[in-house]
């Protein structure tokens, strides 16, 4: 569903969002998208679990749980910290995972950077016998097959297509429906220029951008700015945005209005790509620091 933003913007600038959150209640946006020719592969290959990487907090992480639950698999996650062991009931989306019936590996971090290794996938094997293997945020070609879905032709008559970038599968679908006059520019939620070669394993297209300021410092983290900001974006328009990455990208996207990056009369789609999971793990931290919540229940 596109739904227009009743805002006055300067320059006669239209800004709508697509609610690609509104896809599926637990599911939601490019996560769907990432994980509906996955769940379609594994079936085929007559696999009976999934096995997948993540943080703490990790939207991709509740997904995977629910999604294998949903449809008939089991489900392991390799957890980025092994501190976590004993905090799953002060983490709510370790929690809503493990009431899936997600099993744990919990793994140090410095372990955790070898997850793409041979050796290392070897040994999980060993240790979990025969699964599907699904990255950490899903992306993989099968991943980007499911992100091109997400224009429409609906979607033709827009000069700017916006979304958050994590690991680079939902801009690289986009990129690849994109048609050639239309400019995508990604926000990515993390510090780092890797992300330009990641998605360039993926995309042939040009017409592509990363807009790097709009971080708050790297993934995870935020600030008061920001969290005013999210606030006062839902009570205007009674959109929620999470505070790891559409947030972060529609800050950008109206702060760059105001700086007029874009020209005079152009047309804006902004991909929300749900993640509101992970407010309710957020406003745990920010409690913790004494620091104002995200007022928005999901």
């Known amino acids: 569903m596109n739904q227009k933003l009743q805002i006055t913007f300067p320059n006669s600038i239209s800004v709508t969002i697509k609610r690609e959150d509104?896809?599926?209640?637990?599911?939601?946006?490019?996560k769907f998208r990432k994980l509906k020719y996955n769940l379609l592969q594994a079936k085929t290959e007559n696999k009976k679990t999934l096995l997948t990487f993540g943080g703490a907090f990790s939207n991709h992480i509740a997904a995977?749980?629910?999604?294998?639950?949903?449809?008939?698999?089991?489900?392991?996650?390799?957890?980025?910290?092994?501190?976590?062991?004993?905090?799953?009931?002060?983490?709510?989306?370790?929690?809503?995972?493990?009431?899936?019936?997600?099993?744990?590996?919990?793994?140090?971090?410095?372990?955790?950077?070898?997850?793409?290794?041979?050796?290392?996938?070897?040994?999980?094997?060993?240790?979990?016998?025969?699964?599907?293997?699904?990255?950490?945020?899903?992306?993989?070609?099968?991943?980007?097959?499911?992100?091109?879905?997400?224009?429409?032709?609906?979607?033709?008559?827009f000069d700017y297509i916006c979304c958050a970038v994590g690991t680079g599968g939902t801009i690289s679908g986009i990129?690849?429906?994109?048609?050639?006059?239309?400019k995508v520019l990604g926000f990515p939620a993390l510090k780092g220029d890797f992300l330009q070669d990641e998605i360039r394993i993926f995309v042939q297209n040009k017409n592509w951008e990363l807009i790097t300021d709009y971080h708050f410092g790297g993934y995870g983290k935020i600030n008061e700015d920001l969290v005013r900001f999210i606030n006062?974006?839902?009570?205007?328009?009674?959109?929620?945005?999470?505070?790891?990455?559409?947030?972060?990208?529609?800050?950008?996207?109206?702060?760059?209005?105001?700086?007029?990056?874009?020209?005079?009369?152009?047309?804006?789609?902004?991909?929300?790509?749900?993640?509101?999971q992970g407010i309710q793990g957020m406003n745990v931290k920010l409690k913790n620091k004494h620091l104002p919540i995200i007022a928005i229940n999901v």
């Open 22 to 30: 509104l896809i599926h209640p637990i599911v939601s946006g490019n």
């Open 64 to 157: 995977v749980a629910f999604a294998a639950k949903e449809n008939g698999f089991q489900s392991i996650g390799i957890i980025r910290g092994d501190e976590l062991i004993d905090k799953i009931t002060q983490n709510p989306t370790l929690q809503f995972a493990q009431e899936c019936g997600m099993q744990f590996e919990f793994v140090s971090r410095e372990k955790y950077r070898l997850k793409n290794e041979f050796s290392f996938l070897e040994d999980l094997k060993l240790k979990f016998g025969d699964f599907f293997l699904i990255p950490e945020g899903g992306t993989n070609t099968l991943a980007i097959q499911g992100c091109e879905e997400i224009l429409t032709n609906e979607d033709s008559k």
């Open 175 to 182: 990129i690849n429906s994109a048609l050639p006059y239309q």
């Open 232 to 276: 006062r974006f839902y009570s205007d328009n009674q959109i929620p945005l999470d505070p790891i990455y559409t947030g972060k990208m529609v800050f950008g996207v109206m702060d760059l209005i105001q700086k007029n990056y874009f020209p005079a009369q152009s047309n804006i789609l902004l991909i929300h790509t749900g993640g509101l």
